[in-house]
């Protein structure tokens, strides 16, 4: 029997925290052996916690950290395939296969992120129009379901399985192993173009005409601008430099690492500290500070730029945030956006951490996000406003829309938003009822969503 602590846990979001019995297997045997106590004890799976809500959070059973589930097990450099164990984190990833001409394909704003954790949320990045998401780079993975049994799943050995996890925020299984095809690039840097929109019209507009001309594309909006400044924008575009663009004392180190950084936020600060003068003061400076102009800068300030500070959740006090990240599809993205912006600054909640992306066609993951149109993600701090009505006011506009809210950042939505947004969530409940009849693999986020029998 493992070794279980009694650890306070939640989402990166520091919401409505909660006690949890955590264990640390560190092997296929001891995680095997978490599921041979009967139906009575929920269990799931938890990364580094970069889950904004609390898909990772189970008070009423065991929380399974793969802390020591992080080795590498094969890479061919040929190919660029990499087998992994699901703990493995894509800063792992970066530090081991950069030096050897290899990045992750696909990767979100932090790199503190596990494979497994990457596959159970389906994550998606600044290149989605272009790439799509994680799960298009994964061939496959071995899935230990609710029986104990090692199931290997791919698009061609138990699809439906395979569909359900992606995306299915851990509920199908736990992922022990993946394989996974990394991008060769020639150098750790990339060539970025910055530009601003003074509207969200001019930003659309800048979207549209560069869709096929940037891998990299997203853009911050100043979420309380009013009037004809409504969504006025920094457009930032990106593709992989090349050594001909490095300067010949920097092609020496054309693949170096980003040193480890030590910068970060000791305390939480004060919840007063982030109010609608002190985010209007910083947007309206970030805007103005932000001129057009072209740059060669390392990877890791592209697409990591909050990851040189640690523990940067503390800025918003003791009483946590939300990140709401919402979908909307071309016909309706522009008025989506607008009726969004327009409830957050009449709300004075007002992000300084508000970021539009273009996003591509929709995956077959029974829960993925992304499909095409536009997404807007939002930081609201849990202080100041009535979170609950005010997120209850969004979601209906999303769904009046035709959007969806992401998993991965879920904190609020209740079962009849969730049904409403994701049609396929009847199909993943099916799956989940099959290979997982009596429900062991449970969260908060789970029970909330309708996604388990249980209570």
Same mark, same amino acid.
């Given at each position: 029997?493992?070794?279980?602590?009694?650890?306070?846990?939640?989402?990166?979001?520091?919401?409505?925290?909660?006690?949890?019995?955590?264990?640390?297997?560190?092997?296929?045997?001891?995680?095997?052996?978490?599921?041979?106590?009967?139906?009575?004890?929920?269990?799931?799976?938890?990364?580094?916690?970069?889950?904004?809500?609390?898909?990772? *959070?189970?008070? %009423? $059973?065991?929380? @399974?950290?793969?802390? !020591?589930?992080?080795?590498?097990?094969? +890479?061919?450099? =040929?190919? &660029?395939?990499?087998?992994?164990?699901?703990?493995?984190?894509?800063?792992?990833?970066?530090?081991?296969?950069?030096?050897?001409?290899?990045?992750?394909?696909?990767?979100?704003?932090?790199?503190?992120?596990?494979?497994?954790?990457?596959?159970?949320?389906?994550?998606?990045?600044?290149?989605?129009?272009?790439?799509?998401?994680?799960?298009?780079?994964?061939?496959?993975?071995?899935? *230990?379901?609710? %029986? $104990?049994?090692? @199931?290997?799943?791919? !698009?061609?050995?138990?699809?439906?399985? +395979?569909?359900? =996890?992606? &995306?299915?925020?851990?509920?199908?299984?736990?992922?022990?192993?993946?394989?996974?095809?990394?991008?060769?690039?020639?150098?750790?840097?990339?060539?970025?173009?910055?530009?601003?929109?003074?509207?969200?019209?001019?930003?659309?507009?800048?979207?549209?005409?560069?869709?096929?001309?940037?891998?990299?594309?997203?853009?911050?909006?100043?979420?309380?601008?009013?009037?004809?400044?409504?969504?006025?924008?920094?457009?930032?575009?990106?593709?992989?430099?090349?050594?001909?663009?490095?300067?010949?004392?920097?092609?020496?180190?054309?693949?170096?690492?980003?040193?480890?950084?030590?910068?970060?936020?000791?305390?939480?600060?004060?919840?007063?500290?982030?109010?609608?003068?002190?985010?209007?003061?910083?947007?309206?400076?970030?805007?103005?500070?932000?001129?057009?102009?072209?740059?060669?800068?390392?990877?890791?300030?592209?697409?990591?730029?909050?990851?040189?500070?640690?523990?940067?959740?503390?800025?918003?006090?003791?009483?946590?945030?939300?990140?709401?990240?919402?979908?909307?599809?071309?016909?309706?993205?522009?008025?989506?956006?607008?009726?969004?912006?327009?409830?957050?600054?009449?709300?004075?909640?007002?992000?300084?951490?508000?970021?539009?992306?273009?996003?591509?066609?929709?995956?077959?993951?029974?829960?993925?996000?992304?499909?095409?149109?536009?997404?807007?993600?939002?930081?609201?701090?849990?202080?100041?406003?009535?979170?609950?009505?005010?997120?209850?006011?969004?979601?209906?506009?999303?769904?009046?829309?035709?959007?969806?809210?992401?998993?991965?950042?879920?904190?609020?939505?209740?079962?009849?938003?969730?049904?409403?947004?994701?049609?396929?969530?009847?199909?993943?409940?099916?799956?989940?009822?099959?290979?997982?009849?009596?429900?062991?693999?449970?969260?908060?986020?789970?029970?909330?969503?309708?996604?388990?029998?249980?209570?």
């Amino acid at each position: 029997m493992l070794p279980t602590a009694r650890r306070v846990l939640s989402g990166w979001g520091r919401l409505d925290p909660a006690e949890c019995d955590v264990v640390r297997p560190g092997s296929a045997a001891e995680i095997r052996g978490l599921l041979a106590d009967g139906p009575a004890s929920p269990v799931i799976a938890r990364g580094l916690g970069r889950s904004y809500g609390d898909s990772a *959070v189970e008070p %009423d $059973g065991l929380v @399974v950290s793969y802390a !020591r589930l992080n080795r590498i097990l094969a +890479f061919d450099p =040929t190919a &660029g395939v990499l087998v992994c164990e699901a703990g493995v984190s894509i800063a792992e990833i970066v530090e081991t296969f950069l030096p050897r001409g290899f990045l992750p394909p696909v990767t979100p704003g932090t790199k503190h992120v596990t494979v497994g954790g990457a596959i159970a949320a389906d994550i998606h990045g600044k290149n989605h129009h272009v790439d799509g998401t994680f799960s298009c780079f994964v061939d496959g993975f071995e899935l *230990v379901t609710a %029986d $104990g049994r090692l @199931v290997a799943c791919s !698009r061609e050995s138990n699809p439906g399985l +395979f569909w359900a =996890t992606v &995306g299915g925020m851990g509920l199908t299984g736990f992922i022990l192993s993946a394989t996974i095809r990394l991008l060769a690039v020639e150098t750790a840097y990339v060539e970025s173009t910055v530009r601003r929109a003074g509207s969200l019209d001019e930003a659309l507009e800048q979207f549209e005409a560069d869709d096929n001309e940037a891998k990299y594309s997203v853009a911050w909006i100043d979420s309380l601008a009013k009037g004809r400044s409504l969504g006025r924008s920094v457009m930032i575009r990106g593709q992989h430099a090349p050594l001909a663009a490095l300067t010949t004392s920097a092609r020496r180190e054309a693949l170096r690492i980003a040193p480890r950084r030590s910068v970060g936020v000791p305390f939480h600060l004060p919840s007063s500290s982030l109010n609608r003068f002190t985010v209007a003061a910083f947007n309206a400076l970030y805007y103005r500070l932000n001129r057009p102009k072209r740059t060669v800068q390392h990877y890791d300030k592209f697409f990591y730029p909050l990851d040189s500070i640690s523990n940067w959740n503390r800025v918003y006090g003791k009483r946590g945030f939300i990140q709401y990240q919402a979908l909307f599809p071309p016909r309706s993205s522009r008025e989506g956006t607008i009726a969004l912006l327009e409830v957050i600054a009449g709300a004075g909640a007002g992000s300084f951490l508000t970021v539009f992306k273009k996003t591509g066609p929709e995956g077959p993951g029974l829960l993925s996000f992304p499909r095409a149109g536009y997404t807007l993600a939002l930081d609201i701090p849990n202080s100041g406003v009535r979170l609950q009505p005010l997120v209850r006011s969004m979601d209906r506009i999303v769904l009046r829309h035709g959007g969806r809210l992401y998993l991965a950042k879920d904190s609020m939505m209740d079962r009849e938003t969730f049904d409403a947004m994701y049609p396929r969530a009847a199909r993943f409940r099916e799956v989940k009822r099959r290979v997982d009849p009596d429900d062991r693999f449970l969260s908060r986020q789970a029970r909330r969503l309708g996604l388990t029998a249980r209570g």
